[in-house]
């Protein structure tokens, strides 16, 4: 069987990784891939966010399925297309991927079926939010409607910074172009979670709960990044409460979004705060999370393909995806400037020496020239292990880490240090 990944991330490494295992995958092509996909997959080159590339190499490759990374083809209807022309494709339509880009529209939908999220208002002038402002208390969090990388999520101390977060979305100052919408959100505190499942239109199946790391800096500190790392426990949520979350928001949002039409494939991301009323859905990602995949599929001990082609024709109910016991993490080496202004084009070393047993080092942003592995990206490697314990896989990460080096080579020392400390 030939699989086509569309992306060029860690994640998107990772989930190569994982097909190439499968006894039943003989072919993985990733468009566009990156320098470190290459050792997994056959990369060609695409743009992502240009529709008609993509539909090029799906016309050129003709793969028996589709497995498309990031949110940005989503948007762009990638998978409607590859729909109508009858092809096999795992991802949900840009109408489902609405639970992802567009926040406004995520918001609205939780309140019509009662799934728990912080309160909220939308606005779509800035007097409105204004306005609106004034019924929420300090701190609030101000967010973009649109997809946004990760940067459109303010939360502020002062009435002045959400002023001044109000009128940079609707100016375009902020995040470069003008929003139509802004949510105004109560600000929740709490533990946060990443609930990840897949589904094929109506059944769940759920897969490890992950803990990310999102601000740049040690004790959870600086500004919002892609991610920095994250780790996986069986001890993240008990079995009592992943059974909550599946009847009281999973199949409440597959349901939801099935009976307005718009049934829903692939990865849904519940980015979850536990808080002391229970848990509540800060937003909704509607593929694999990055980094949180890389730690989630080395705890796989099942096919990746089986679970994903039962997605993709809507037996997942008859598919059991197996876990090892344990733990994992995944510590992300950034580009030093990130998550801001950064050089590529550093040779990276210590690749080889980094191959440790239960370590897997994938690669976020980097290319391979004249057998040289160089970074080309913010996030250049996700550094990942999974082992029988947190400890031993943060030793094993961190080890391989610590052979591993490049100009400017940035990393949290601090991955998992909550759960470290809660023992
Ligand atoms: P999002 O892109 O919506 O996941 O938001 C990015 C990060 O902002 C989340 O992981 C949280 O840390 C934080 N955040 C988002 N919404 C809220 C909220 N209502 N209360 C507190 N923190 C939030």
């Not at 566009?32 to 080159?45: D, K, M």
């Not at 949002?253 to 519940?270: H, K, Q, R, S």
Request: hydrophobic content about 40%.
């Amino acid at each position: 069987m030939k699989v086509l990944v569309i992306g060029a991330g860690g994640r998107e490494h990772a989930i190569a990784w994982a097909l190439r295992k499968s006894s039943r995958v003989t072919d993985v092509v990733c468009a566009p891939g990156n320098g470190g996909i290459a050792s997994v997959a056959r990369c060609v080159p695409a743009s992502p966010k240009d529709l008609n590339d993509l539909l090029r190499v799906v016309n050129e490759e003709a793969p028996d399925l589709t497995v498309v990374g990031p949110e940005l083809p989503l948007s762009l209807g990638f998978v409607d297309e590859l729909k109508r022309r009858g092809l096999a494709v795992f991802g949900p339509t840009r109408a489902a991927a609405m639970l992802e880009t567009s926040k406004a529209f995520a918001k609205r939908f939780m309140q019509r079926h009662q799934i728990p999220t912080a309160n909220y208002a939308v606005c779509t002038t800035r007097s409105e939010a204004l306005e609106s402002l004034h019924l929420f208390h300090l701190p609030v969090v101000i967010k973009a409607d649109g997809l946004a990388s990760g940067k459109g999520v303010l939360i502020c101390q002062t009435k002045r910074e959400a002023d001044d977060a109000i009128a940079g979305l609707f100016s375009g100052k902020l995040l470069g172009c003008a929003e139509t919408a802004v949510v105004i959100e109560e600000c929740l505190s709490g533990e946060e979670v990443s609930f990840l499942l897949l589904s094929d239109g109506k059944h769940v199946a759920p897969l490890i709960p992950a803990q990310d790391h999102k601000r740049l800096g040690e004790g959870d500190t600086g500004p919002n990044t892609g991610g920095m790392g994250v780790y996986t426990t069986d001890s993240i949520l008990d079995q009592k409460m992943r059974e909550w979350v599946v009847n009281h928001i999973a199949q409440p949002t597959i349901d939801g979004i099935a009976a307005e039409d718009a049934p829903f494939v692939g990865v849904l991301y519940c980015g979850l705060m536990m808080t002391a009323k229970g848990p509540m859905v800060l937003e909704y990602n509607t593929r694999f999370g990055d980094p949180e995949t890389q730690a989630i599929l080395v705890r796989l001990e099942s096919d990746l393909i089986d679970a994903i082609e039962a997605s993709v024709e809507g037996r997942l109910s008859e598919t059991e995806m197996r876990w090892n016991a344990g733990a994992s993490a995944c510590v992300v080496a950034a580009s030093s400037g990130y998550p801001g202004s950064y050089t590529t084009g550093h040779p990276i070393s210590g690749l080889e020496a980094a191959r440790l047993p239960g370590v897997e080092v994938f690669h976020a942003g980097t290319s391979l020239v004249d057998g040289v592995y160089l970074t080309g990206g913010g996030r250049v490697l996700a550094v990942t292990a999974a082992a029988e314990s947190l400890r031993a896989a943060l030793d094993s990460a961190y080890e391989a880490m610590g052979r591993i080096h490049f100009e400017g080579m940035y990393f949290r020392r601090d991955i998992g240090h909550r759960a470290l400390a809660m023992r």
